[in-house]
């Protein structure tokens, strides 16, 4: 009996054991649980607050493993000033008297707007158009797809970015990821930057970052209570502050002397004896967590940005609904079967075009009719797709444009006699491409240069079917404005050419080797422009264009409309391999589609204007002072647009 009592009562023994854990760990959790709303666990940064406690694949410590090393040495001093440089890096750039002057006076704007691009993410993105990043010599990239970053390749991203920052790059040299990776929205976000305002919520949100840096060694301090409760009591006002307010304008009328006092405290808090290593830590949370915010808005801003630009404005879809309905409403004569003699006949002028924006392409034709001489003499072709073909019908039924006859065809209905691989069936205007040349022979600020390039899309390619009767057509892209007579074109001797077109010499064949795929070319000729072409079809069938067109699609693309669309470079490049005939500069005036420095002298002086880039005139996207060019042709008084609200 004795043995089975003395067995049976150690288990028990045990269970009282095992209570008296789980007590201690529910005492335990209940102290650090105040503990840690005391410290601030339970704010995050989007708020504004610090987070005081960040996971392993958050933080990025490792990126400063050469300050663990110096920390570990217990250089007080070297500790001390190196936690001083990175309070520095977190003043305002305002005014010392702001806080003073914040009831007396309106805040003096900063001109402080831009921020320098620290990183070079791997995933770098492109939208809807394909761009091709190309260089010469050291350094090649292309982007002719969007890619989707994963978590990997995120954090990867902020590695990056930590790592270029902690390498001290130069200014110039922290502004050419940004173009590599958003291409013209970094020249527009430049020119488009904003005063900073809101300073006083600034510095709020400055003071409460430093001030919770010393807040935890400052707890542990012996003697130090009475600075611990004021350091605290500060943080709590400043919190209740900042959570209602979010502009200046918001904060309360003493807000000034709020942030004196907290400087005063934070001075005090400097002069102690502190553990370098956790104000060290925590401001450079701060750090990596502002930059990674910031990069993050830059995506964002950069996606709105790239939509903005790619996507139709909504007026500008009204606009084409608008006229298709009314197509099939009412009945206009029909001018072309009026001139129907005229169509196909080559002692008249003939212009081509593809495009899908009817009001690009009225201005394109009415900025041509306006400044010839001799209107009666031209016809244009206007080829467009179906779901546009009504309203451009309907448009052109409606606006006259002084004697010129002007034919709209839908390239869906096109019948070809001879049979050409050409890919999806469907409208392919000119292409354009952004290319950035990365050229170290080059000074540091001039190393990096982002151009846009436009090269017939695959429509062209069936010029000679669409007109067979035709000698010679001229080519106009639809972003182009005419400013001078066109008619000396027509007498111009290509000289056994195919395609006059200006040359764009900043780059060369030879750059572009890694998407020429082994064919021959010569790697000094330069790269040609669309946008005002004079084509010599006669030529063009002698030379059988289209079926060398159509042999080079084959081998460049995949079957993906991606590559599709993306293979129109290499290969209309290729085709016209020897057979371009150089056009004088002054003929077209372009880069008003991406460049703020083109001079009003160069723009007068051109015969035509070219908005290649992003930033075209009818957006609001477009560059501001080029626009009045644009809208000196726009057709005023037009019952549709009014409807539409169409006001680019």
């Not at 023994?13 to 840690?36: E, I, T, Y």
């Not at 001109?111 to 492109?126: E, H, I, L, V, W």
């Not at 209740?240 to 001075?267: C, N, W, Y």
């Not at 081509?352 to 001799?374: D, G, H, P, Y």
Request: hydrophobic letters at 35%; aromatic letters at 10%; proline letters at 4%.
């Amino acid at each position: 009996m004795k043995g089975y009592i003395a067995a049976s009562s150690l288990p028990a023994k045990r269970r009282w054991k095992g209570h008296a854990v789980a007590v201690l760990a529910l005492v335990f959790f209940s102290l650090l649980v105040p503990l840690a709303f005391l410290l601030g666990l339970h704010n995050r940064f989007p708020s504004g607050y610090l987070s005081d406690e960040r996971s392993s694949s958050e933080s990025g410590f490792e990126n400063f493993a050469h300050v663990d090393a110096v920390l570990e040495q217990n250089d007080s001093e070297v500790d001390e000033s190196r936690v001083h440089d990175l309070i520095d890096r977190f003043q305002p750039a305002i005014p010392k008297d702001a806080p003073e002057n914040f009831t007396k006076k309106p805040l003096a704007e900063s001109n402080d707007g831009g921020m320098p691009f620290t990183s070079q993410p791997k995933d770098a993105m492109s939208y809807s158009k394909p761009k091709n990043m190309t260089s010469r010599g050291p350094t090649t990239e292309q982007v002719v797809a969007p890619k989707v970053s994963s978590s990997l390749n995120a954090r990867n991203d902020r590695e990056n970015r930590k790592e270029n920052h902690s390498k001290g790059a130069a200014g110039d040299e922290m502004e050419k990821p940004c173009q590599l990776e958003f291409g013209s929205y970094c020249i527009w976000s430049m020119e488009h930057k904003e005063v900073m305002k809101d300073y006083i919520v600034k510095r709020l949100k400055d003071q409460l970052f430093v001030a919770r840096a010393y807040y935890p060694s400052i707890a542990k301090l012996q003697g130090q209570e009475k600075l611990s409760r004021e350091l605290k009591l500060n943080i709590q006002e400043h919190e209740r502050m900042l959570s209602e307010a979010i502009s200046d304008a918001d904060l309360p009328s003493f807000v000034g002397k709020k942030i004196q006092k907290m400087d005063h405290t934070i001075s005090k808090a400097k002069s102690c004896t502190v553990d370098c290593n956790n104000v060290d830590k925590k401001l450079r949370q701060i750090l990596d967590l502002t930059e990674d915010e910031a990069h993050f808005h830059l995506k964002q801003s950069a996606f709105l940005y790239h939509l903005g630009v790619q996507t139709m404005p909504r007026s500008l879809h009204c606009l084409s609904m608008r006229l298709t309905v009314e197509y099939f409403k009412t009945s206009l004569q029909d001018m072309e079967r009026l001139h129907a003699q005229k169509l196909n006949n080559p002692s008249f002028q003939h212009y081509v075009l593809f495009s899908r924006n009817i009001l690009a392409v009225s201005v394109t034709i009415n900025s041509a009719v306006m400044n010839a001489e001799k209107s009666g003499h031209m016809i244009f072709h206007l080829v467009t797709d179906g779901q546009n073909f009504y309203a451009m019908k309907h448009w052109f039924a409606r606006n006259s444009y002084k004697k010129a006859t002007v034919r709209v065809l839908n390239f869906e209905n096109v019948k070809l006699i001879n049979f050409y691989n050409l890919g999806p069936r469907q409208l392919s205007p000119s292409e354009e491409f952004r290319v950035s040349i990365h050229d170290i022979t080059q000074s540091s600020s001039m190393r990096l240069r982002t151009e846009y390039i436009s090269v017939f899309g695959h429509s062209h390619f069936i010029l000679p079917e669409l007109f067979k009767n035709l000698k010679r057509v001229i080519v106009l892209d639809d972003d182009v404005v005419v400013q001078q007579d066109l008619s000396s074109l027509w007498n111009l001797d290509l000289e056994g050419k195919v395609n006059g077109a200006v040359q764009f010499c900043g780059i060369r064949l030879g750059q572009l080797k890694t998407y020429m795929r082994g064919h021959s070319y010569d790697g000094d000729s330069c790269a040609w422009m669309s946008g005002l072409n004079i084509i010599d079809l006669e030529r063009w069938r002698e030379r059988n264009i289209t079926g060398n067109y159509s042999g080079l699609l084959q081998k460049f693309q995949n079957g993906s409309e991606v590559s599709w669309r993306a293979s129109a470079l290499p290969i209309s490049l290729l085709a016209f391999q020897d057979l371009i005939y150089a056009l004088d500069d002054a003929w077209v005036q372009s880069r008003l589609g991406h460049d703020y420095g083109v001079s009003a002298d160069a723009i007068k002086n051109a015969a035509a204007l070219h908005y290649n880039g992003n930033m075209k005139p009818w957006l609001e996207l477009g560059i501001p002072q080029y626009k009045s060019y644009w809208k000196k042709f726009l057709t005023k008084e037009e019952r549709f647009m009014d409807e539409c609200n169409v006001n680019p």
